[in-house]
């Protein structure tokens, strides 16, 4: 499988906090690749990164081949890959659909519509609430409406920064499902995720993160399986 997205000891700090040291990892061409960690491990700080949002102070990040590591948020959006903060951080004033719309803003006039259509076919609770103010929507369908917002860019590499957080288990549930779904159409997913068990059950292969450094890789079986991590996020 071709690497698409590579980080090469890529370090990142704030201040006087390293959050990121000499970090490096690989996801391949069509996969769901799963950042682990504890709380302050730097797993949003890696997507953060990815995203342009904030700068590695050493290292290169490599995207089909290019080099990345300078580039413009917009331009790193435009080339395909695309983060969902936690949080989610819509636009609770705006509509449903007005949400989406911003989320297409980069595409060319003549894909909106079919983007639009896209969307709405993978969360159809959406499609009834295209009119509704998003700040009115339950926990997760405004996190259904931040992955759909997404998808309207039309991501090669999608971005899930703790897509089930506050989410009671069954709504956890049905998103893990449409990351599943959104994968199986051909998005590369690199997923940070607090639930361990649910992201190494979607996921080919995992890092683990502990204070800024990637201490353990492996298939999501050879993970799951393994007793330190099984202690410290399987609950033993």
């Known amino acids: 499988m071709s690497a698409l997205l590579e980080l090469h000891g890529v370090s990142v700090s704030y201040g006087k906090r390293r959050a990121l040291e000499d970090a490096s990892l690989t996801v391949g061409a069509g996969e769901i690749v799963a950042l682990l960690g504890a709380n302050g491990s730097g797993k949003s700080t890696t997507l953060r990164m990815i995203s342009g949002l904030v700068r590695p102070s050493r290292g290169r990040i490599d995207y089909e081949g290019r080099d990345i590591t300078t580039w413009p948020p917009d331009g790193i959006v435009a080339a395909g890959l695309v983060h969902v903060p936690e949080g989610r951080e819509i636009f609770s004033e705006f509509t449903v659909l007005e949400n989406l719309l911003v989320g297409g803003h980069t595409a060319p006039s003549r894909e909106v519509a079919s983007r639009l259509e896209r969307a709405l076919a993978m969360f159809p609770v959406l499609r009834e609430r295209q009119r509704q103010p998003a700040g009115t929507l339950s926990g997760g369908e ?95």
Do not use: C, K, W
């Open 142 to 236: 405004q996190q259904m409406l931040a992955i759909a917002r997404a998808l309207m860019a039309a991501p090669r590499v999608l971005l899930l920064d703790e897509p089930s957080l506050g989410l009671a288990p069954r709504l956890a549930r049905e998103i893990f499902r449409v990351i599943e779904r959104i994968n199986a159409d051909g998005v590369t997913v690199l997923l940070v995720e607090q639930n361990a068990r649910h992201a190494l059950a979607v996921a080919a292969r995992g890092y683990v993160l502990e204070t800024g450094r990637i201490v353990m890789t492996g298939t999501s079986r050879a993970l799951a399986a393994d007793p330190r991590v099984r202690a410290a996020y399987l609950g033993g």
